[in-house]
């Protein structure tokens, strides 16, 4: 397991309730797809911009109530009715993904926030609406820990990212623990990219910790889930630590022998 995407979805999930589960895939099929159109394959950018657009122009069809052109589309505006989705969020992760097209590089913390806002914490909120519990406090927690999975999800990929010629670090960070991009390209790990990375982790794992009592607030499987998810995240960050922020040669990933500690840790949370 690593933190990626839309591995957050938990579509096949054993604590996924079975009645919620064919409107998680269709939720989870557009989110992959649009974001696949933005990434994959060797369209050039107008392109990709196009496919996207044409996206946003089905939900404006769901908006209106005429019925959408595509089969995915057409599934999406029976959940989105069923449930009584609202259309934001799925704007919102659209526009994300035009963004991923043409933005490479982020000045400071605030406009990586901004993002995640848009491609992260779309995916809590559409959960917390079928789940039924999309209150305020609710709502505002799962934005802290979609944001930190995201955020987790750059500092373990920084390499992977670099091959997309894509930096998520904010450019007032490198410049703040003095690291180039030329580091980044020969993967050098000093002690100021030590220093750097430290200072991101903990900054996430703050993150995480603030969203984390929501997974004690809901009840049943929705806690369960959200616990295993947010404990995957915060050893995520132990395994970053452990390898001395060297994600180049060492990308954390949880393997089977994860699952026990994380069942364990999710068992023993504990309301603060």
């Known amino acids: 397991m690593s933190v990626d995407h ?48 044409a996206y946003e122009q089905q939900l404006d069809q769901i908006e209106a109530g005429t019925t959408a052109d595509a089969a995915l589309f057409r599934k999406l505006a029976q959940v989105i009715a069923e449930y009584r989705l609202p259309l934001q969020p799925f704007r919102d992760l659209l526009s994300a993904f035009k963004q991923d097209v043409v933005t490479t590089r982020y000045a400071g913390f605030g406009d990586l926030l901004d993002y995640c806002r848009r491609s992260a914490n779309p995916v809590g909120t559409l959960m917390l609406h079928l789940y039924g519990a999309a209150d305020t406090d609710n709502l505002r927690a799962s934005d802290d820990i979609c944001s930190a999975l995201q955020l987790i999800n750059f500092w373990q990929d920084v390499a992977i990212d670099w091959q997309k010629e894509r930096i998520y670090l904010p450019q007032e960070d490198l410049q703040r ?96």
């Open 177 to 272: 623990f003095n690291i180039a991009e030329q580091q980044i390209v020969q993967q050098t790990v000093d002690a100021a990219w030590r220093q750097l990375m430290q200072f991101e982790v903990q900054r996430a794992r703050a993150m995480l910790l603030s969203g984390a009592p929501l997974a004690l607030r809901l009840p049943g499987r929705i806690g369960w889930e959200l616990r295993l998810v947010v404990q995957g995240g915060l050893r995520i960050l132990e395994c970053l630590e452990a390898s001395g922020y060297d994600m180049f040669r060492q990308r954390p990933k949880l393997g089977k022998s994860d699952w026990l500690l994380l069942l364990l840790r999710a068992i023993r949370m504990k309301a603060k």
């Open 6 to 53: 839309y591995e957050n979805f938990p579509v096949a999930s054993i604590l996924l309730p079975a009645r919620l589960r064919p409107a998680v895939e269709v939720i989870y099929a557009f989110a992959r797809s649009a974001d696949d159109l933005a990434d994959e394959g060797d369209a050039t950018p107008d392109e990709r911009l196009a496919a996207l657009a």
